[in-house]
């Protein structure tokens, strides 16, 4: 008898383990759903008054006008994720095949204090950093070697601040990714006579190619919702960008800066709320090109 109800009393503790995890996941499927039902039943409002071509292809912005344009914003926060994407992507993929394949054990566990630290630093020690130092270097150095006179308060302002506040994110994920690769592939290579850099090409960056992948995803997703320190850099000027040099206003900005102000003005708060979706859906369709990525590569895996 004794042993019997220790078997139901495991067998209702496996039961109730199950049920929460299950209902854990339930909530991490819906969460998503809830808030993108909550961003689009607030978004109706200017989608019953505005056409969607109107709102995605006018950079008109003038909210007392009733003119709500965002194609602007769009292409700024597209400017601004892009080009910290190509600042960020080759210094996190170089140092970790340089701390995970060459340096010595004691640098990579001297590193991962440095990059929890970068890590956890708030957005705005970033954005202060970036107005002392990286705006006044693009004013003053690289906007001049171009031909170019700003006020420093431009995309690649904000694209290197973001870049510098990603890294330690993309660089954490990767370093993971390498260690969990077995060593014996890369000594079965070495052993037939390949070169470590062949070694580390042909066989470990292939063995990882899919988290790869999904590391610089999930990078371009927090790039895209980064506020603060991007705000402070970027300029946020009304308009489309031509140009690295000239001053952007992305998305997040937007909400940041005037979420709270002004909504007595009609439309202006589900303007805002559609901009937030906007976010949402970009994002979604940034992640869901990794995916496919992803699937492609592993059917020739």
Known sequence: MK???????????SKLH???????????IILPIIILVGLV???VPILDQ?????????????????????????ISSIWVTLVAMLIAMPICLLTAIHLTQYAKKWMLKTMYPIIDILAGLPSVVYGVWGVLFVVPLISDYIAPLFGKTTSGYTILAGAIVLAIMIIPFILN????LFNTIPTELSEASLSLGATRWQTIKHVVLRK???GIVSAFGLGISRAFGETIAVLMVVGNVIGIPKGI???????????????????????????????????FIIVLFFNA?????IIRSTKHI
């Not at 042993?3 to 503790?13: P, V």
């Not at 979420?259 to 976010?279: C, H, K, N, Q, R």
């Open 289 to 293: 090109i990794s995916r496919m990525v």
């Open 245 to 279: 040099f000239q001053p952007g206003y992305p998305l997040p900005s937007l909400l940041a800066n005037n979420y709270g102000e002004m909504l007595s003005i009609p439309m202006y708060d589900s303007a805002l709320m559609f901009s937030a979706l906007l976010l």
């Open 18 to 28: 199950s049920s929460w995890m299950a209902v854990c996941l339930v909530v991490v």
């Open 41 to 43: 039943l607030k978004s």
């Open 208 to 210: 990882a190619f899919i």
């Open 3 to 13: 042993i019997k109800s220790i078997g139901i009393g495991r067998s209702l503790r």
């Open 50 to 74: 505005y056409s969607l071509s109107d709102l995605l292809f006018s950079s008109e912005w003038r909210p007392m006008s009733g003119k709500f344009g965002f194609s602007g914003f769009i």
């Open 173 to 176: 994920v990767l370093i993971s």
